[in-house]
């Protein structure tokens, strides 16, 4: 398969990334509003493909794989990945709300054991 038929995959870190990006947005304009909302677990579930590094690297990645390509695909390559998240205030360790007195600063959400 040719290089360029990747090009609309995205890489199952970067899906991940999108729904953190996504609550922080919405917590941001969810500032100064009267209601609240709590974040509960937020199940996830894709089809991925596992592939080699081919430049060299070592190391394989899992790519999520749109549904409309999956069928052309040969299906002993693709696998169903499922996870749940438990979203969590990175500043107090507590539920995450969708609303904050201020925008605050995400630039600690990915410190780990901080």
């Given amino acids: ?13 970067d899906a991940v990334e999108a729904v953190r ?9 969810g500032s100064g ?15 991925v493909e596992i592939r080699r590094d081919v430049t060299g690297k070592a190391g394989v990645k ?3 794989v749109d549904a409309g390509v999956e069928g052309t695909r040969s299906r002993g390559r693709t696998h169903t ?3 749940t998240l438990k979203p ?7 539920h995450l709300d969708i609303h904050m007195d201020d925008e ?10 901080s």
Avoid: C, P, Q
């Fill in 33 to 47: 509003k009267a209601v609240r909302f709590e974040v509960g677990d937020i199940h996830m579930e894709f089809t």
């Fill in 81 to 83: 990945v499922s996870f």
């Fill in 1 to 13: 398969m040719a290089a360029d038929e990747y090009l609309n995959d995205i890489e199952l870190a």
């Fill in 62 to 64: 899992a790519w999520v």
């Fill in 21 to 29: 990006e996504g609550l922080a947005t919405a917590a941001a304009r």
């Fill in 104 to 113: 605050g600063d995400s630039s600690h959400f990915t410190d780990a054991g």
């Fill in 88 to 94: 969590k205030n990175a500043a107090t360790g507590g």
